[in-house]
């Protein structure tokens, strides 16, 4: 296939891996993203192995190291006196099992290593896309200022609200009824909560909440939600209350208040995610991370997800040979729906199974979990190597997960 030219729209962790990946590949590319000025804002995320393996492979690896935690194991607990329901060992374990460690970091850390990747000529700030279009020989960014971008290939990497999805799907965001709290916490005022770094959860009727160490250690990365009918506000820059906050939680376990209580800023998004897609490409126009398959956080795969996206589509347009562009998005969609589909599902079902009251589900629901701690259920998951799924033609178990 002949030298390609690649436009992303969206310098956020799906857009930078993806601009990382065709650099690495030779293939030319320039990333158009809206925002002024690149500040990822958030707070914490967590990297598997599926993710962590490629990262390193791009060369991300020391720079990782440096700024995040290797956290022991996950654990989930009772929401009110913090019964111990289920372990999942990770650090050396996770990482002669899977080959790759698991991380919990700052997504501004995370950004800054992507970025890091990236030639800065090659990221344009303050460009908003307003509209896609494309004919047999070229796609068309048009943007805001009324600019136009020709490439032969746009790729959405735009979020949730992505405008290059609408030239493959006519559907909006759903609201799932959720409302987080995210917020960081200086670690020496949860010192309760640093006893051998680990991600922890605690789950209860209608909402849970989840912690982790984050920069180095040095702060403590916390979600935690709470039902809302009345709120579905999804900016990043949106402040919440701990005075809010704080009432939601009355009569959980100490930690889990105490937590709360530390914080003294916590921004609130509403958690929305969409329907999966029936494809991911269509003509010269392609769509990955939250622009294709929108996830509720409950699996903690969102930035994994986006991550593998990136991965598989440099790779298959990169290796696309005699098929040419068309061969390589449906190979790339071929890949990846089933196994996103599938995560996507089970978010939207962990937003139940989290939540349940207690009572007979819910005790059913702990006795499942006490049974299956061990990390062999992850391996479909954690064990998933992107590479190889975009390079292995002949096994499909591998594609799918």
Known sequence: MPQLSVAIVGAGIAGLTFAAALRRAGIDFHVYEQAPRLSEVGAGVQLAPNATRVLHRLGLG??????????QAIEMRR???????????????????????????HRADLHGCLLSLVPPERVHLAARCAAVTQTADTARLQLSDGTTVEADLVVGADGIHSIVRERLASDRPRYSGQTIYRGLVPAERVPFLLAGPRVRLWFGPDQHCVCYPVSSGRQVSFGATVTASDWQEESWSERGSVLDLAPAYAGWHEDVTRLIDAADVVGRWALHDRESLDRLGSGRVAVIGDAAHPMLPFRAQGANQAIEDA???????????????????????RI???????????????????????????RRRDAAARA???????QWLFGYDAERAATNRATVAQDIG
């Open 62 to 71: 020391d720079r990782l190291r440096a700024v995040a935690v290797a956290p």
């Open 79 to 105: 929401w009110d006196d913090g019964t111990l329901l289920h372990r999942t060992p990770l650090g050396a374990l996770c990482l002669d099992t899977f080959g790759a460690p698991y991380y919990t970091l």
């Open 311 to 333: 991965i598989v589509l440099a790779r298959c347009l990169a290796e696309a040979g005699g098929g040419g562009l068309g061969a390589a998005l449906r190979r790339y969609e």
């Open 336 to 362: 990846r729906l089933p196994r996103t589909s599938r995560i996507q599902r089970e978010s939207r079902d962990s937003a139940n199974t989290f939540h349940l009251a207690d009572g007979d589900a819910q």
């Open 372 to 378: 299956s701690s061990g990390l062999d259920r992850h």
